[in-house]
């Protein structure tokens, strides 16, 4: 078994070459990967590109463009709109499809902001020290069962403190491409995904809920491994709702994410 969620094999014209593990299965098929690591893997491919001292990323959209397979994939970053204050980075995900071509299958956006000295006016809750229940004041737990098994993505991301109400804490077990650092942004952006599973209350026996895309806000930069998670599914009447969640590390509050939710039952 891999010790990472991606193996990598090398670069390419400029797209880097990966080979997904099985911590990167589906709860929903094991032909595909989950939400979690291909997104990670989007920001650390524009977190490669640089995000400069004296700046930091302050939203991060995600967008599924197909199923996400178990082939080799690539990624790929570039600055859309480049400017010392404000600029726009883009990373395309592709998948190997069975005629050796490459599909787009996912791609991811941030927004790099200058920083600067608003301690004086930021919200009390972004603060050191404001993170409710943190993971240090819980005992392991296991995941609530839904119905989707222990096995894949959901088997290698250490859960902390389900329950409700108060944040569920997230840390992934492995690196994210074997012999590569992971930056602070792809840690958090791993486990943020499964906010569309922590906010739901159906049975995934009787129900499929997935989302299209995630988006995350943040009010400052994501400190360490755990990631704090309390969401909610809302779901609407024609097969469709989103998830929200509040984002927390062990520093205080640090964000919000939003999920559309494709809601149908169970074949």
């Known amino acids: 078994m891999t010790d990472a ?3 990598p094999l090398g670069e390419e014209d400029g797209w ?10 589906s709860v929903w098929a094991d032909t595909l990967q989950h939400g979690g690591p291909p997104s990670a893997l989007l920001v650390w491919a524009i977190e490669r590109m640089g995000v400069p001292a004296g700046t930091a990323i302050s939203r991060i959209t995600v967008d599924i463009l197909g199923a996400v397979g178990l082939e080799q994939n690539r990624v790929q970053a570039r600055v859309v709109r480049p400017g010392r204050r404000i600029s726009l980075v883009e ?12 599909r787009t299958a996912a791609r991811a956006s941030a927004w790099v902001l200058a920083t600067g000295d608003t301690a ?19 005992r392991p737990s296991e995941w609530v069962d839904q119905g989707w098994g222990h096995t894949g993505f959901i088997a290698a991301v250490d859960v902390v403190g389900v329950a409700d109400p108060g944040p569920t804490w997230l840390r992934p077990r492995h690196p994210l491409v074997a012999g590569h650092e992971t930056g602070p942004y ?9 906010a569309n599973g922590l906010g739901s209350r159906l049975s995934a026996l009787q129900w499929q809920w997935m989302n299209t895309d995630t988006t995350i ?8 491994d755990w990631v704090g998670v309390e969401a909610e599914l809302v779901a609407g009447d024609q ?6 969640a509040d ?21």
Do not use: K, N
């Open 239 to 244: 097969g469709y709702g989103y998830t929200g």
């Open 247 to 267: 984002l927390y590390d062990v520093s205080g509050r640090v964000g919000r994410s939003s999920q559309t939710v494709l809601i149908a039952p169970q074949a």
């Open 91 to 102: 990373a395309v995900l592709d998948v190997r499809a069975s005629d050796g071509a490459f």
């Open 217 to 224: 806000h943040l009010a400052r930069r994501p400190t360490g």
């Open 5 to 7: 969620f991606y193996t």
């Open 120 to 138: 004086g006016i930021a919200s009390p809750s972004t603060m050191s020290g404001a993170a409710p229940r943190g993971p240090g004041d819980d």
């Open 16 to 25: 880097f070459h990966v080979q997904p593990t099985e911590h990167t299965v």
């Open 186 to 194: 792809a840690t958090f952006c791993c486990v943020v995904d499964i």
